[in-house]
Nanobody, 126 residues
Framework: VQLQASGGGLVQAGGSLRLSCSAS????????RGWFRQAPEKEREFVAA?????????YYADSVKGRFTISRDNAANTVYLQMNSLIPEDTAVYYC???????????????????WGQGTLVTVSS
């Protein structure tokens, strides 16, 4: 399995960005896909997750609820993270992740994921 994240960049506070994470390999049996982020000198933290099979179920960190939306396109093996109303505190490297067995609220933990993309940098200026 390979994950490729893209869409990061520099944006002013209040602006929007959409991240994409494409997957290749054994993707049909994924249990969930997620987004995490890591700011300088901070630990990696959960941002959002979505189940991959069946009806969509989404999970968000409190810090991004109402501003970020995770969605999926199973046919394209791609997950998106629409980020609106960005604030400087959202500045981080964003990583996408996937796992075959993760489900439900357990998908909010980084250790639940076996596959990770390379990260894409999001910088929000004030």
């Amino acid at each position: 399995v390979q994950l490729q994240a893209s869409g990061g960049g520099l944006v002013q506070a209040g602006g929007s960005l959409r991240l994409s994470c494409s997957a290749s390999g054994r993707t049909a049996s994924f249990g969930a896909r997620g987004w995490f982020r890591q700011a300088p000198e901070k630990e990696r933290e959960f941002v959002a997750a979505i189940n991959w099979r069946g009806a969509s179920a989404t999970y968000y960190a409190d810090s991004v609820k109402g501003r970020f939306t995770i969605s999926r396109d199973n046919a394209a093996n791609t997950v998106y993270l629409q980020m609106n109303s960005l604030i400087p505190e959202d500045t981080a490297v964003y990583y996408c992740a996937a796992d075959h067995s993760c489900s439900g609220y357990g998908c909010q933990r980084a250790r639940s994921y076996n596959y990770w993309g390379q990260g894409t940098l999001v910088t929000v200026s004030s």
